[in-house]
């Protein structure tokens, strides 16, 4: 069973604010929710990560429900540079494997 | 910025016959991940190896097989080559800091193409 669930695909006018939601419902207490982004043929891009605070790196803020059962990705402008397939996924500490599912593709358009 | 390094970049063989993929982790970086992504899939992860002994495995198929050296540097061995094996293969790297919660990082991948 898929532990996330992320809409299939999402547009975002160039120099907009992209949000990117992810619900993860049947998260466990001690899982970190992580988003990655893959342009297209690249590896994988690690975003940010988070347990239950919200956070922010020079790249995007996750904010994660207090209740922890979703969160969203925001990238503040997003250019063209961004459009790329974004992964939530979550996982436990310690735990090396991580796991894609089915992520968003995002578009940003001019 | 060190970055994970995969070789080759790419690489061409035919069906049955064997291939060697390789992997130099960022310095530092105890754990090295594998991943296979198909056309038009998202990657499947293989194997992963923490301080040089197997930590978990994914969907690798038994004709794969893949080691961590004292160098900390990976080799994913792929034999009997099938078709379906044409895919690009991921490698990837991490610390362990003491929470336990760490990002990966990819290297730019190896495209396997079996003919």
């Known amino acids: 069973d898929a532990k996330t669930t992320q809409p299939p695909s999402m547009d975002c006018a160039e120099g907009r604010a992209a949000n990117l939601p992810c619900n993860h419902s049947t998260i466990s207490g001690n899982e970190y929710v992580y988003w990655y982004r893959q342009i297209h043929s690249q590896g994988p891009q690690y975003i940010i990560h988070?347990?239950?605070n919200n956070e922010t790196n020079e790249m995007a803020s996750l904010i994660i429900t207090e209740d922890r059962k979703s969160s969203t990705l925001i990238l503040p402008h997003a250019t063209l540079r961004d459009t790329a397939v974004y992964y939530c996924?979550?996982?436990?500490?310690?735990?090396?494997?991580?796991?894609f599912g089915a992520g968003t593709r995002l578009t940003v358009k001019p | 910025a060190a970055g994970v390094i995969q070789s080759p970049r790419h690489l061409i063989k035919e069906k049955r016959e064997t291939a060697t993929l390789k992997c130099y982790p960022i310095p530092r970086h105890d754990t090295v991940y594998w991943y296979q992504q198909g056309p038009g899939q998202d990657p499947q992860f293989l194997i992963s190896?923490?301080?040089?002994?197997?930590?978990d495995k994914g969907s690798i198929p038994d004709r794969f097989s893949a080691q961590q050296f004292s160098d900390y540097h990976s080799e994913l061995n792929m034999s009997s080559l099938e078709l379906g094996d044409s895919a690009l293969y991921f490698c990837a790297s991490s610390p362990t800091p003491l929470d336990g919660s760490y990002g990966y990082t990819f290297g730019s991948g190896t495209r396997l193409t079996v003919v």
């Open positions: 190896f923490y301080e040089k002994m197997q930590s």
């Open positions: 996924i979550v996982r436990p500490p310690y735990d090396n494997d991580m796991r």
């Open positions: 988070g347990l239950k």
